[in-house]
C-alpha cells in the first residue's frame, strides 16, 4: 500500500490495537491471536495496529515480534490494512520497522524512543532517520518522552514524504490545535490517549475525528456503536455509552499503573477469548476486579 494510500485509510474509521496472546509461560501463542483477528476483522475497523502498546510491544524479543507480525499480515491479508509498532532506540527502531516492512506490514507506528529526554533536534533525526530507513507509511506516536513541536513535525513533513500520520497521547489541547492549524491535512491524525473514546467527542472537535480503540478487543460492537454516534453527532447515545459503560471502566483501570493494558486481556478472556496474562512490569487484574469488569460486560449484552 503507498503512504498516500494508508494516509486516506487511516483519515475515517475506527483503529484499533490488537492484545498479543501469550501462553499460562508467557510465550507467544500465534493460534489463539490468528483467531483473535479473524473474530475482529469483519467488525469494521480501518486498520490494526499488531504489536503495539496495548499489545505489548514493549515486552517484545525481536524474534517474537517476527512471529506476532507475519501472523496478523497473513491472517488479514485482504481483509483490513495491518500497521506495526516499532520503537526504542533509533537502530532498535529501524530494525523492528524494516523487519515489519519486509514481513508486508502496510505501514508503521513510530512509538516513542523510550527512558532518555532528547532535544527537538534530536527527536527530528530520529524520526527522520527512521522515514528513510523503510518505504512504507510512518505514522509519528506523540507520547512519553516524544513530544514534537509543530516546527518539528513541519522540518519532518518536508524531509520525510512517508510520514503521513501523528498520533497524540498526550492530551495537551493547546498543542494539538496548534499542530492541527499548522500541518492541515499534511498528515492524518490519531487520537491515541488510553481508551479514547473518553476524548473522542472533544477531539473531533479538534478536528481529530479518528481513534484507536482499545476497548475494541472485547466489545467489538460496543465500540463500533461508540464510534458510530461519535461520527454523525448522536450525543444520546454517545453519553449513554460513557455513563453506562466507559466511566465505569474508567474506575478499574485506574487503580493500578498498568492497568490500560491488563484490563484488555482481562475483558478479552472474560468474553471468551482469552490472550494469557500480561508479562512483567505489568500486573494482571485481581479476582475482584475481574468479577466488576464481568458485570460491566454483561450489562452491555452480547457483542
Not at 534530536?122 to 509519528?140: N, P, R
Request: with cysteine; net charge negative; proline share 5%.
Amino acid at each position: 500500500m503507498h503512504p498516500q494510500e494508508l494516509k486516506h485509510t487511516l483519515s475515517s474509521g475506527l483503529l484499533s490495537f490488537p492484545i498479543t496472546d501469550f501462553d499460562a509461560n508467557g510465550d507467544f501463542r500465534a493460534d489463539t491471536y490468528a483467531r483473535r483477528l479473524e473474530w475482529l476483522a469483519p467488525y469494521g475497523a480501518s486498520a490494526l495496529f499488531a504489536a503495539g502498546g496495548t499489545g505489548e510491544f514493549f515486552s517484545l524479543t525481536h524474534a517474537e515480534y517476527s512471529d506476532v507480525v507475519k501472523v496478523a499480515v497473513d491472517t488479514c491479508r485482504g481483509k483490513v490494512p495491518i500497521l506495526a509498532g516499532a520503537g526504542g532506540p533509533t537502530r532498535s527502531a529501524i530494525a523492528f520497522g524494516q523487519e515489519a516492512q519486509r514481513l508486508g506490514a502496510q505501514g508503521v507506528l513510530l512509538l516513542p524512543h523510550y527512558l532518555t529526554e532528547a532535544s527537538q533536534d534530536g527527536l527530528v533525526a530520529h524520526v527522520e532517520q527512521f522515514c528513510k530507513a523503510v518505504d512504507i507509511g510512518v505514522v509519528v506516536y506523540n507520547r512519553g518522552q516524544c513530544r514534537l513541536t509543530p516546527d518539528s513535525l513541519a522540518t519532518l513533513a518536508d524531509r520525510c514524504p512517508n510520514l503521513i500520520g501523528f498520533k497524540d497521547g498526550i492530551g495537551d489541547v493547546e498543542l494539538m490545535v496548534s499542530i492541527w492549524r499548522r500541518m492541515g491535512d499534511r498528515f492524518s491524525y490519531l487520537g491515541g490517549l488510553p481508551t479514547a473514546e473518553v476524548y473522542a467527542a472533544a477531539y473531533k472537535a479538534l478536528g481529530v475525528p479518528v481513534y484507536s480503540s482499545a476497548v475494541f478487543n472485547f466489545m467489538p460492537k460496543l465500540a463500533m456503536d461508540f464510534y458510530h454516534a461519535i461520527a454523525t453527532d448522536d450525543q444520546a447515545t454517545s453519553n449513554r455509552l460513557i455513563d453506562d459503560f466507559f466511566l465505569p471502566y474508567l474506575e478499574i483501570r485506574n487503580r493500578k499503573a498498568g492497568y490500560a493494558v491488563s484490563i484488555v486481556k482481562a475483558g478479552a478472556r472474560l468474553v471468551g477469548y482469552d490472550a494469557g496474562p500480561v508479562r512483567a512490569p505489568l500486573t494482571d487484574l485481581t479476582g475482584a476486579e475481574c468479577e466488576m469488569l464481568q458485570a460491566l460486560i454483561s450489562k452491555q449484552g452480547p457483542q
